[in-house]
Structures are given as C-alpha cells and as structure tokens.
C-alpha cells in the first residue's frame, strides 16, 4: 500500500541552524501539508501546498518557515533559523484533491529537537 | 478558528469492553470529521470518518455519531482488543476553498489490557 515517508526520523540541532525536513508523498498526490505537535499539545496544521505554490498557511508559518517541491516527489519544509520553541514532531501529508471530506494520508513524523 | 476538544486524554479499558471517546468542535460551518489511529513510531492513520449529512457511520467494531447540533461527535469501538491500544485523534473541518485544513483534538491514549 502507498504511504508518505520522511526522513529524517529525529533530528537534532543547534539553536539558530537551519533545518530541512523532507517527505515523500504518495506519487498520484496533488495536495501536500505539514502539520506539527509539540510534545503534549494538540497536531497543529502549518501550510498546505499546492500547484507549486502555497494555497494557505497559519499564524505559525512566518518567514522562518518554507516549503518547496524541488523536483517531482519531494516535498521539504525549511527552518531557517531555529529556536527551543521549533522543538516538535513534524508530520507531512498528502492527499489527491483538496476540498472537503478529502482524506489526507500522513507520513510517520519527524522529531526535530532544537538545543 | 475552529477548536475541538477531546476527552478523555487516556482511557483504559479491558479486552472485549467498549470504548468511547467524545469530541466538540465550536464552528458550525465544519462538515468534515475524521478520526486518525496513531500507533507508536507511525504516522496517524484515517480509521473513519463522518461527513455532516450523516448522523451515524459504522466500519465492522468501529462506529462514529454526529450531533451537529450540539457539535460534537464520538467515536465507539466495541469488542476492543490489545491491537487497538494506540492514541486516537479527532478533528474538523470545512474549509468552504479549496484546501483542507484539518483542526485536531489532543488525542486520546487508549490502553487495552488483555
């Protein structure tokens, strides 16, 4: 079965460094998203993707944060200047079509520890 | 914005009992509620969903029900068993353009002891 994957599993880096998170999404795909959840605290959504071109974002995803499809199946999230505050488990997702009752197929996460 | 809320945080229940776990949601405009299974080290699963339309849905053990009018919806699993120990997410939408954006509840941790 298709699923979405990303790399790393756990990241670790030091406060003020840029990050890449990637993700894979399933290859028919034409949506992509990224959420976040810090530890103890409810999945938050961050942006959705679409055309090659943001189609919405939250209060959460200012300048610090980008995303970019580089080539045909990537989908990578940038931080570029992390804090304490950016430590959280970032999951991807990614669905066929956008509007409502779409199911979003999520990849298993990535951990990013900020220090 | 939309904020759901889902109780309770961790349930413990005995193999073959049932299991409730209850959500509410605060925008009337939502239409779209799916619950996510989530077992550890793996991404969160879609294990039901229920659109606004539809009062009840039911997949084999699993059941969700929707009162859009006091807006808030559950999930039931009966006849539980150690395999559906996992964390469970709620969530809303209804995004009227184009590009869902998934409001999630906290989780519930669900411990089945055989």
């Known amino acids: 079965e298709p699923e979405v994957t990303q790399t790393p599993s756990h990241q670790v880096t030091q406060m003020g460094q840029e990050v890449i998170l990637r993700c894979v999404p399933i290859s028919n795909h034409l949506y992509f998203y990224w959420y976040r959840q810090i530890l103890g605290q409810k999945v938050e959504f961050l942006v959705s993707f679409y055309n090659n071109e943001i189609s919405e974002k939250s209060e959460i995803f200012d300048d610090q944060f980008s995303v970019e499809r580089p080539d045909g199946s990537n989908f990578t999230l940038k931080i570029r200047s992390t804090k304490l505050e950016d430590s959280a488990m970032y999951f991807c997702a990614s669905s066929t079509q956008g509007g409502t009752y779409n199911e979003q197929f999520f990849g298993p996460g990535t951990r990013l520890t900020v220090l | 914005g939309e904020n759901v809320e889902q109780h309770p945080s961790t349930l413990s ?75 469970y997410f709620c969530a809303a939408s209804g995004d009227i353009y184009n590009f869902n954006k998934f409001y999630f509840g906290s989780g519930t941790k669900l411990n089945v002891k055989p």
């Not at chain 2, 049932?18 to 405009?29: N, Q």
């Not at chain 2, 879609?46 to 339309?53: M, Q, V």
């Not at chain 2, 699993?62 to 807006?71: Q, R």
Request: hydrophobic residues 30%; contains cysteine; glycine residues 6%.
């Open chain 2, 13 to 87: 229940v005995q193999e073959g009992d049932s299991a409730v776990i209850k959500c509410t949601y605060s925008d009337s405009a939502s239409n779209y509620f799916p619950w996510y299974k989530q077992e550890l080290g793996k991404g969160p699963q879609l294990i039901i969903d229920i659109r606004s339309n539809v009062g009840e849905k039911k997949d084999q053990r699993i059941a969700v029900t929707l009162n859009k009018t006091a807006k808030h919806f559950s999930l039931h699993i009966t006849e539980t068993q150690p395999e559906d120990s996992a964390v």
